[in-house]
């Protein structure tokens, strides 16, 4: 199998809203040869995602403002800024805000799996976060979203 060249890359990245936070896709897969990706999160109380399981890719999670509360499989783990977190693949995770809003990146290793953030994303007007959820999404978004995430053998 060939592999592909990648390049250097310098930008600031593609601002979009996903599900109620302003994301900043920084590095995308096809810039890595699907290595990894990073994307930077603004996340606001009440659009943080429910607990789930990947089974392709870790996670790794480079607070850079706020508090969170994130649930790794039975491990919880209280994140402030400055702080890593690694979620590896196969266990359930999920977070928790404990202040208002939040910052952090994301890496996500492989990286493909940032193109379920993309396909479930609007372009973002600017560096604003989206309207504030109003409890959970209707259930048809829900069951799209389910769908669309089990294309990445990611389980809720």
């Known amino acids: 199998m060939e592999m592909l060249q990648t390049k250097p890359y310098a930008g600031t990245g593609e601002l979009r809203w996903h599900l109620g936070t302003l994301m900043n896709v920084l590095i995308t897969h096809e810039q890595t040869n699907g290595d990894f990706a990073i994307v930077g999160f603004t996340i606001q109380q009440g659009a943080e995602p429910p ?3 990947h089974t392709k890719e870790d996670e790794t999670f480079i607070m850079q403002e706020g508090s969170v509360t994130f649930q790794i ?8 800024p400055g702080m890593t977190v690694y ?3 196969g ?3 999920s977070f928790t805000l404990k202040s208002p809003t939040a910052r952090f990146l ?8 940032v193109d379920f ?3 479930n994303s609007e372009p973002a007007p600017g560096n604003i976060l989206p309207p504030a959820p109003q409890g959970p999404p209707p259930a048809e978004a829900i069951a ?3 769908a669309e995430a089990s294309r990445y053998s990611v389980s809720f």
């Open 87 to 89: 979620a590896p693949r």
């Open 117 to 119: 953030f993309i396909n």
């Open 73 to 80: 499989g039975e491990e919880t783990i209280e994140a402030k």
């Open 51 to 53: 607990r789930h399981t």
């Open 91 to 93: 266990l359930a995770h």
């Open 106 to 113: 994301v890496i996500v290793t492989p990286g493909r799996f």
């Open 144 to 146: 799209q979203i389910i």
